[in-house]
């Protein structure tokens, strides 16, 4: 287990060797970044690094994975993103640099589950990994294009967060999700949405985008919160029946 643990900090401080130095080359230089964004970014990926740890120990993982090290290497890069929107309310962060690493941030979304299934390394901490990336990433980009847009857009980052309180509050709703791809393809778009915004479109198109995106995640996650309510009217738990099974590690969105 040990082992374990000692590969997700080798990877945790490989890509940040790697990534962090690319950045502060592509920025110009590391004076060119407020001090802020760049402790920002280490403490985002300490506490990362942490809270991985602690999951990889709860679920006794035997090895970290090919894919687990892909997700990595996308939360190194939403680090920094972190630090930058951060260090933008404090002064300006370079435009070019943010978009640079959002969209490979949001394409190797598609790698990592490709990597897990090529080489049979699939789990229940993997894509869970993989969701809470997924979704603080839209939750720091929309917190950066809602100083432009409107406080309407942080509802993109906030509503995964939300499902997840109304759980804390009401076990039922901690039910299994039957499985959709429908999730990742509206994710997605939210992400393409964002980073278009970010990277300064048109107010016109930027919110057309943003306002699809929305309407487009509040389908999702309404589905799902009917067929909760259905699946409580019918006497399922999440701790019996096929609703509940690993319902402490349901996959959403």
């Known amino acids: 287990m040990r082992t374990v643990q000692r590969e997700a900090i080798g990877w945790a401080a490989l890509w940040g060797i790697v990534v962090l130095p690319l950045a502060a080359t592509a920025a110009g230089g590391v004076s060119s970044l407020p001090v802020t964004a760049w402790l920002t970014a280490a403490a985002y990926l300490v506490v990362t690094t942490l809270l991985l740890m602690r999951g990889l120990r709860r679920d006794g993982a035997a090895r970290f994975g090919p894919a687990n090290a892909v997700t990595s290497l996308r939360s190194t890069l939403v680090g920094l993103i972190t630090g930058l929107v951060v260090a933008s309310f404090i002064a300006p962060v370079p435009i070019p640099l943010l978009v640079g690493l959002t969209v490979p941030a ?17 789990s229940e ?5 993989d969701m809470e990336v997924d ?21 993109i980052g906030l509503l995964r967060y939300a499902f997840v309180a109304v759980g804390w509050m009401l076990p ?3 039910a299994r999700l039957p499985y959709r791809y429908w999730r990742k393809v509206v994710t997605a778009v939210a992400g393409i949405a964002l980073a278009l915004a ?3 479109a048109p107010t016109p198109i930027a919110a057309g985008a943003v306002g699809v995106a ?6 999702s996650f309404g589905r799902d919160t009917v067929w909760l309510v259905r699946q409580r009217a019918a006497g399922f738990s999440p701790t ?8 402490s590690t349901r996959v959403r969105p």
């Open 240 to 247: 019996s029946g096929a609703a509940g099974e690993k319902a």
């Open 125 to 129: 901490l993997g894509a869970r990994f």
């Open 214 to 219: 929305l309407a487009l995640l509040l389908e």
């Open 198 to 200: 970010a990277a300064g």
């Open 135 to 155: 979704a603080f990433l839209l939750l720091v980009l929309s917190a950066y294009v809602a100083r432009d847009l409107g406080l309407w857009v942080l509802t």
């Open 106 to 122: 949001l394409a190797l979304d598609a790698v990592d589950g490709w990597v897990a299934r090529r080489t049979r390394s699939t």
């Open 172 to 174: 039922w709703f901690r």
